[in-house]
């Protein structure tokens, strides 16, 4: 069943993603915190589980910034095909 009060969309499977850069918070609330700032919030595409999200294009470093300032802990991966 689909959450629908999760203010970032979950990508719909099966789909296939190459080049990306992948944000992973330390739990599903952690993320959902993530999401809900603005400074980060923004430059999340899509969630791809209930603790990763698809990061926009051209916005890691200033995603990476709002991180460093905000003091969260995340593992940010950059995926190459």
Same mark, same amino acid.
């Given at each position: 069943?689909?959450? /629908? ?5 979950? %990508?719909?499977?099966?789909? &296939?993603? #190459?080049? !990306?850069? *992948? ?13 809900? /700032? ?5 430059? %999340?595409?899509?969630?791809? &589980?209930? #603790?990763? !999200?698809? *990061? ?26």
């Amino acid at each position: 069943m689909a959450d /629908d009060s999760h203010p970032l969309p979950l %990508l719909p499977w099966p789909v &296939g993603i #190459r080049a !990306a850069t *992948v944000l992973e918070a330390e739990s599903a609330t952690h993320l959902l915190r993530l999401v809900r /700032d603005p400074k980060i919030g923004r430059h %999340l595409l899509a969630r791809i &589980g209930d #603790r990763k !999200a698809l *990061v926009d294009r051209g916005g890691e470093a200033a995603l990476a910034a709002a991180i460093r300032t905000g003091g969260h802990r995340v593992k940010v991966t950059r995926c190459e095909p």
